[in-house]
């Protein structure tokens, strides 16, 4: 593995340390340019005396001004370290003025968009927010459809609110998801309650929107199905929000909902349509540079035409530089190239390592680079038909063994026939992105003709029936898998070694390969037979109760078992679960030696011999908390989601009052006994 010994390589590594360190300990900002300008003062120092000699402990200083550099262009980078962050100013029923920097993907309630704060109250501000816009149900969401537009600037008489934390445990933590973006705020408002201050195209992602609106617009006056429409719309114009619920599932189920969202994948293939395309120029040093030069004009064409989101711009980037790379024909140039990118693009946002796909891109990328060649050299099929099929296959196999363990961890999912389904899709997707350009621009010129847009519809219609009949082996879909950061890690190591192997294969590389093995299954049986955790989850529950108990590897539900699925999936793909029963909620509980006492309707609260700890109050007893508190003067209260809003209110004045411990879980979230 030559391109890990690259000095590039560790000044990469040096950068993720300092990255998240950063989000660790959190230094300030007089901290971050005092520890960055040391280290890089004694790496400069340590260069000129000793530039001559060849010592790792030399190169030491440089290294850790990299990680200074990390912790630095973190803290730089974050936005709330700006003084005029909205977050500094009164937003409560304040006027905003903002600039629409980004459409998203709708979901059934509302049209979302980011956009960026300008002014509060009349006073300057910054910061992006999340702008959500209810849907109107009585309106076709499906096609084309107007939109809030990028650029766009608006005046609004809101209150810009925090994103909730998710109130149960293991739930998706959106809020930390938008922070990861720099998006610390949310507002909520009708479509007539923004007023349109002015339009101008201040941005490159603005010319982009306009550009993507006029290719849209041009493709709706031809008549393609609903279905196709959506997927031609995510395929070429990186616009998902015309998909459809079940499209997008069938696509998730059979493991290539990758292919929805403009990324690595489509860049890379527009970059070997393009590769193809500049071939005859021939290979003299002058003909690389032309060529490279025009590929990657061709990348930032249809990066523009795809709207020029972050997934784009980043895809755009990285194959880039991994043209420069593989345009000097040095064996580890596709490798240099592609640190080299990933360097540049976490010195200008740092907050791209914590993003998934920047994780899944750069992971399939490396793994094809590295291990691929090694692959396809195992055998060499003489005819020219079968040595393509097996490129395909390798190409494939190396791709997805570098994404699988994230995928693991992040979605908890895996299809059997996602290999099948990817060996077919990745290559008819080369055939649909080149074609859908040519329809792209022979549409923008109107001079479509009716019988491309009928072949064009057919092969989408293919497309979409085969993984839809993919989807449908719905008893090979393995859901809610445990997969933690432990398992990825073993798991990246085995992989790892086992490249070396295949690479060079000797006695000690098949005892690493034997050891990281031995390492894997070893942690996992530790962690299936040792997993801690005795908890006691008092959860929110809409207009219900929902109890969990946990010791170790087992679980026990209490309560609306019909709301309890979605809580045991979530510990199912969180801890790693042998059993789970599901009970009947009852009135009384020992926990740890702590008393838990439950009140229902019925506001039965007098049990022999009971002292608790903790009350939950549910279903809305009609009690007295005042008597009560008399019969238990140390106990907390804790209502549940199961109540109406008024009595809680009313409670939580009664304890407030009374110096009495109070925890709603509709405000708080999930009450844990530990």
Avoid at 166 to 194: M, S, T, V
Avoid at 229 to 240: C, D, E, T
Avoid at 523 to 549: D, M, P, T
């Amino acid at each position: 593995m030559k391109g890990f010994n690259h000095p590039l390589f560790n000044l990469f590594l040096c950068l993720i340390m300092g990255i998240i360190l950063q989000k660790w300990f959190i230094i300030p900002l007089a901290e971050s340019v005092i520890i960055a300008s040391i280290l890089a003062f004694l790496a400069l120092i340590l260069h000129f005396l000793f530039r001559k000699r060849k010592n790792f402990l030399l190169s030491l200083p440089l290294y850790l001004s990299f990680i200074g550099l990390g912790i630095l262009t973190t803290t730089i980078n974050d936005p709330l370290n700006d003084a005029h962050h909205f977050s500094n100013y009164d937003n409560k029923d304040a006027t905003v003025f903002l600039n629409i920097t980004e459409v998203l993907k709708p979901n059934p309630y509302a049209m979302r968009y980011i956009g960026e704060v300008v002014q509060v109250n009349n006073q300057g501000a910054s910061g992006r927010i999340l702008i959500n816009i209810p849907r109107d149900s009585t309106k076709n969401n499906t096609l084309y459809t107007e939109q809030l537009r990028v650029d766009d600037h608006y005046a609004v008489k809101t209150t810009i609110e925090q994103v909730r934390e998710p109130r149960n445990p293991y739930q998706f933590d959106y809020a930390a998801y938008l922070a990861d973006l720099g998006i610390h705020g949310q507002i909520y408002a009708q479509k007539d309650e923004l007023v349109l201050i002015n339009w101008h195209i201040r941005s490159a992602q603005g010319i982009a929107a306009r550009i993507r609106l006029f290719f849209q617009g041009r493709l709706a006056k031809h008549a393609f199905a609903t279905r196709e429409w959506g997927v031609i719309n995510a395929l070429l114009l990186g616009q998902r929000q015309q998909l459809t619920s079940q499209t997008r599932q069938n696509y998730i189920d059979a493991g290539v909902v990758h292919i929805l969202a403009i990324s690595g994948l489509h860049v890379g293939i527009v970059l070997l349509l393009m590769q193809l395309l500049f071939k005859p120029l021939g290979n003299s040093r002058s003909m690389r540079v032309l060529r490279s030069v025009l590929v990657i004009l061709g990348i930032w064409g249809f990066a523009l035409i795809a709207g020029l989101s972050p997934s784009v711009l980043r895809a755009a980037t990285m194959f880039s530089f991994l043209q420069i790379g593989l345009s000097t024909n040095r064996k580890s140039g596709g490798l240099n190239g592609l640190v080299a990118s990933a360097l540049v693009l976490l010195l200008i946002n740092p907050s791209l390592l914590y993003q998934v796909g920047f994780q899944l891109s750069y992971a399939a990328v490396f793994f094809i680079i590295w291990l691929q060649p090694t692959l396809f050299a195992i055998w060499k099929p003489k005819t020219r038909i079968l040595r393509y099929f097996w490129g395909i296959f390798t190409v494939t196999l190396t791709a997805q063994l570098g994404v699988l363990p994230l995928s693991l961890f992040y979605f908890h999912q895996f299809s059997s026939l996602f290999f099948v389904a990817n060996m077919v899709v990745i290559p008819v997707l080369g055939i649909v992105l080149g074609a859908g350009i040519l329809i792209l621009f022979l549409s923008g010129f109107g001079i479509l003709p009716g019988f491309l847009v009928k072949i064009y519809g057919f092969l989408i219609r293919l497309l979409n029936d085969f993984i839809f009949w993919i989807a449908g082996f719905d008893n090979l879909v393995i859901r809610h898998i445990y997969f933690s950061v432990a398992l990825v890690l073993f798991s990246y190591l085995l992989i790892a070694t086992t490249g070396m192997l295949l690479k060079k294969p000797n006695y000690e590389r098949v005892m690493i390969v034997l050891s990281a093995i031995l390492l894997l299954l070893s942690f996992n049986l530790f962690n299936q037979e040792f997993s801690s955790g005795h908890q006691f989850y008092i959860e929110y529950k809409n207009r219900s109760s929902l109890l969990v108990r946990q010791n170790n590897n087992q679980l026990r539900v209490y309560g609306d078992q019909q709301n309890a699925a979605t809580t045991v999936n979530l510990f199912r793909e969180n801890v790693p679960l042998e059993t789970v029963k599901k009970e009947v909620l009852r009135n009384y509980f020992i926990i740890n030696k702590k008393e838990l006492l439950v009140v229902d309707s019925l506001g039965i609260y007098n049990i022999k011999g009971a002292d608790p700890d903790y009350i939950l109050l549910r279903q809305s007893p009609k009690i007295n908390l005042e008597r009560l508190f008399s019969d238990f003067p140390e106990v907390q209260i804790i209502a549940d989601g199961s109540n109406y809003k008024s009595y809680i209110h009313r409670w939580k004045t009664t304890c407030l009052k009374e110096k009495i411990p109070f925890h709603s879980t509709y405000e708080k979230g999930t009450f844990i006994i530990k």
